[in-house]
């Protein structure tokens, strides 16, 4: 039998989003054991065991998500030009660690 527990934290950061998902998910893991994933003002977070973070991508209605940058990709494959974004297609993006995604946003 498996058991769930839903703990409710607030954080916050003056930085980055990724800072305060950062910071909530250590102070989960100060009184929690096995932190699995989390969930943020309705976005799913997966986090891996190496830092990565899986992050929800909700559909948009007559758009599609195309992905402008990716820094953990090597060059040239990191950054697009503007029109040429490579096409994503998922309901999941995962960001390596130390590394930053920007998805755009495209008319079908």
Do not use: H
């Amino acid at each position: 039998m498996s058991v769930a527990r839903v703990t409710e934290l607030s954080c916050t950061s003056n930085s980055s989003f990724e800072d305060a998902i950062r910071d909530g998910i250590e102070r989960a893991n100060k009184t929690l054991r096995q932190v699995r994933s989390a969930w943020v003002k309705e976005q799913r977070v997966t986090v891996g065991r190496d830092g990565t973070l899986e992050f929800q991508v909700p559909a948009v209605p007559g758009k599609r998500w195309r992905i402008f940058a990716d820094t953990s990709k090597p060059s040239p494959e990191d950054i697009s030009e503007l029109g040429q974004e490579r096409e994503f297609s998922g309901e999941a993006y995962t960001v390596e660690g130390r590394s930053v995604v920007i998805l755009v946003s495209a008319d079908q």
